[in-house]
């Protein structure tokens, strides 16, 4: 992304859906979705899910609130997500002692033990988008900047 701005003149060609940045994003969001889907069956995880195991094994331990900002989920979408991780016994939710308000969530030992299929779960991942580690940098960097704009804009 350079600091060109669009010219004010589009053709109409570029009018079309298939053209449009925001349904490439979009589509390329739900193609992720789904080809998660049958690499997290396998260890039990929908994706939303695995987003917040992925926030958690950096840091085992952490409030609701924080797990909501880093993911940018409101509590009514993440609460559903944390109760069904504790059902399958790889998460606990406990109110803290300090602040009876907020909620800590924390892995359990089955949920830390899981962090070990990081590397197949990215691994296969890696293999179905057809990028290379370097690849998969400098694209991820472009989204995060678009991100960063389209939010500076708002």
């Given at each position: 992304?350079?600091?060109?701005?669009?010219d004010?003149?589009?053709?109409?060609?570029e009018?079309?859906?298939?053209r449009?940045l925001?349904?490439?994003?979009?589509?390329?969001a739900?193609?992720?979705?789904r080809?998660y889907k049958?690499?997290l069956?396998?260890?039990?995880l929908?994706y939303p899910?695995?987003?917040v195991?992925?926030v958690?094994w950096?840091?085992d331990?952490?409030?609701?609130?924080?797990?909501?900002?880093q993911?940018?989920?409101?509590?009514?979408?993440?609460?559903?997500?944390?109760?069904r991780?504790e059902?399958s016994?790889?998460?606990?939710?406990?109110?803290?002692p300090?602040?009876?308000?907020q909620?800590?969530?924390?892995?359990t030992e089955?949920?830390?033990?899981m962090r070990?299929?990081t590397?197949?779960?990215?691994?296969?991942?890696?293999?179905?988008?057809?990028?290379?580690l370097?690849d998969?940098?400098?694209?991820?960097?472009?989204?995060?900047?678009?991100?960063?704009?389209?939010?500076?804009?708002?």
């Open positions: 992304m350079t600091d060109k701005t669009i004010p003149v589009i053709p109409e060609e009018k079309r859906l298939e449009q925001c349904f490439a994003v979009y589509a390329t739900h193609a992720f979705t080809a049958p690499i069956e396998r260890v039990g929908t899910q695995y987003l195991m992925l958690l950096e840091k331990v952490m409030p609701v609130k924080v797990i909501g900002e993911l940018d989920l409101d509590s009514g979408t993440l609460s559903p997500l944390l109760k991780l059902q016994g790889l998460v606990i939710r406990a109110r803290d300090r602040d009876e308000r909620v800590i969530v924390s892995l089955k949920g830390s033990a070990g299929e590397d197949t779960i990215m691994g296969a991942i890696g293999k179905a988008t057809g990028c290379s370097d998969m940098a400098s694209l991820r960097e472009r989204l995060q900047r678009l991100r960063s704009n389209l939010t500076a804009a708002e």
